[in-house]
Structure formats: C-alpha cells, structure tokens
C-alpha cells in the first residue's frame, strides 16, 4: 500500500462498508457536502441553559448536528480511589480521579430528551456516544438518528454489539486504537448486519499536537477498511479540520464552547462559537475549490488567455528587414503567433513593412529571403 501498513483482511475479502449513509435528513457520501459535528461534551458547565445556548450557537455557527455523550459517573467508571483509578498521565485532568472528573463533565440524562426536541426545532440533528449498555437503552428511547463510539470504548465489544445491533450509523472514533482493534469493531458492526459505519481519525490528546496528527491516515484508513473517513480533532484552531476536509475527511467533529474562559473539562480545546463558524465558513470553501479532475478552462480562464502571450514585432520594421531578438519578442497579448515559432522565425525576412506592436502573423513572412541571401 505504500505505507508500510500490511493489507488488512478487511482488503483480503473485498470487504465494501457503504459508501453512502443517511442520519436524518443528511447524506454523508464521497459526494456530499461535509457533515460538520459540534460535541457539546462537559461544555455546558452542568448549566441548562448555557446547554442550550450551545445548541443555538451550533445552529448559528454553520454546524449540522450536535453531539452530547450519555453516561453517568457510575456508568463510566468506579468511585475509587486507587492509583488505578487517579489520573496522572500528564492530561489537563492530572490531580484527580475519574470518577471526580465525571461528576464536572457528565450530561444529566434528564435533560437530554428536552436538548434533542430544542436542537430538532432548530433544524440539527442530535445523537450522543453512549458509554454502557443501559446508555444505549436510554437513547433508543429517545429515538437518536445516530450512534458515536468514543475512541476509549472502541474495545468495548458489548457496547459496540450493542449499538451496532441497533441498525442505525455509527461513527467510531480511533484515537487509542491500531489497525486491530479497528478491524475487530468493524467486524462486530458486520456481524450484526450494520455496514453503516464512519470511521474517525482522531488524536487522543486534548489539546492535541499538530505533529501528531497525521492526517495522511484519513485516505489510507479509507483504502484499508473501504469506509468513509471523518476527523475528530482536539487541536487548536480551524487548520487541522480544513485540512482533513482537502485531503478526505466526510466528517469533522469538534468541541464547541460559548466561551473558553467559562473554564471546564474540555475547555481547553473547544472552539468559541466565532471559531467554529469561521472553521465550517473555511470547509464550504475547501469543498468548492476541491470540484472534480478537470482540464477544461472555464469561460473565464479562456478569456484569459488573450493575456497570454505570443510573439509582436517590437520595432518599425521595413519589407526585407531580417527578424532579430530585438524586433521580435514574445510579449503579452496572444493576438500573435505563437512563441513556438520563435526560433524558426528568427533570419528570416519580413515581406513588408510593420510598426512596432504588430501582432506576427505568416503574411508577414519572407519564406524565401534570409539572412545570408
């Protein structure tokens, strides 16, 4: 493959994942318009409210769903106390447990309901990753269009059976995952007759940095595993994401805040509602300027084209004059022969008098007079 990445069995048994998948109203395709995500997360600050006024921001900002995550603290993990269970991998959480860290960041299943009946009233889509099997339960009940397996459940196999079994898209993220573990979750999507899946490069690293990235992934992970590619991406600023959009990516999902100086779990690495727009404003463009393979000149360039240039006589010149560098030139405009010729015409004579700007033309040229005559 050209990347050192053994050909998967997925490649081995001309495994097809579909190319075009449906969540509402939205058709996510090689063809189709970028599916932008704004993951609400922790941001909202345990504050109602301020969750909703996320869901307008979204709204505004260009996004075309909103993603929230479902779980509770004692849905995602136990509250231990155990070195296990502190967090000291050189996160933006070091100095607390997980369980402490759900408390802050976790959505309350009461208002989740209300959130998706607000964002369908604005004309978004609203799905959520669950995190346990009764999360999965919670959410059919509320009738989601969709399904995000977060990067750290991908090896949650009952979880992803559970999901896929639900018959609905699901978006996988793969920030902690290698190339096994991403053949095995699709495997279990496959197995229980789901071939709706997105794959999301993703970087677990909040805020994540730019040399880690690798955005070339994106289309070798869509040769590999014959699916559509999205970016979940923790970087800072709109970069990274328009990239991803230029060189594949169907989907891009990323944290959205009111304000960063509200502070939060996930602050750190959300954009303010000006940054998401301006990163969704940047895609539209992207998409546009990426058009098709195309070597046709649009009626534009082809205007352009008299500003080509071509070759003039650039002095007076009289009948029998030899042509030279300094009374032929190619110059702007294309009104003249083409400076293809220049070299053949160069010695020869010109058959009658010329002024200075006169486009070349084969009437102007002696064919039988040249220099040395």
């Known amino acids: 493959m050209g990347s050192g990445i053994s050909p998967s069995l997925f490649m081995e048994e001309n495994v097809l994942m579909n190319q075009e998948i449906r969540i509402g109203d939205k058709t996510i395709s090689e063809g189709s318009p970028t599916f932008v995500v704004a993951e609400m997360s922790a941001n909202h600050g345990m504050d109602y409210n301020k969750a909703v006024e996320i869901l307008h921001a979204a709204k505004e900002a260009g996004a075309d769903a909103v993603k929230i995550q479902t779980y509770t603290p004692d849905t995602i993990t136990l509250d231990c106390d155990a070195p296990c269970f502190q967090i000291t991998q050189g996160t933006i959480w070091d100095g607390t447990t997980l369980h402490k860290l759900y408390e802050t960041a976790y959505t309350p299943w009461e208002w989740q309901p209300k959130l998706k009946k607000i964002a369908e009233e604005l004309g978004l889509l609203f799905f959520s990753s669950p995190f346990d099997l009764t999360s999965v339960d919670f959410l059919e009940e509320m009738d989601v269009p969709a399904y995000k397996v977060a990067s750290f459940e ?15 898209p699901i978006m996988i993220s793969t920030g902690i995952a290698d190339l096994s573990d991403i053949e095995l979750a699709l495997r279990i999507c496959r197995e229980e007759g789901n071939e709706d899946v997105i794959l999301l490069k993703c970087t677990s690293s ?13 289309p070798s992970m869509k040769d590999t595993f014959q699916c559509i590619v999205g970016l979940s991406d923790h970087t800072l600023g709109t970069a990274v994401a328009t990239a991803g959009v230029a060189i594949g990516a ?34 539209r463009i992207v998409e546009k300027a990426l058009g098709k393979v195309s070597y046709d000149l649009t009626p534009k360039q082809k205007a352009n084209r008299n500003f ?9 010149m009289k009948a029998g004059d030899i042509f030279t560098p300094e009374n032929l030139r190619s110059v702007r405009p294309s009104c003249g022969l083409h400076t293809k010729y220049y070299e053949e015409l160069l010695g020869k004579r010109i058959r009658k008098d010329a002024k200075l700007g006169t486009p070349m033309s084969w009437e102007l040229v002696d064919f039988n007079g040249t220099d040395g005559e």
């Open 154 to 168: 991908i090896n949650d196999i009952p979880l992803l059976r559970k999901i896929a079994g639900k018959g609905k």
């Open 206 to 218: 909040y805020p994540a940095p730019y040399e880690e990235i690798n955005l070339r992934t994106i």
């Open 250 to 283: 169907k989907v891009v999902e990323k944290h959205l805040i009111l304000k960063r100086s509200d502070g939060g779990a996930d602050a750190a690495f959300s954009m303010e509602p000006h940054e998401f727009k301006e990163m969704v404003d940047h895609i």
């Open 308 to 316: 080509a240039r071509s070759l003039f006589v650039a002095k007076d």
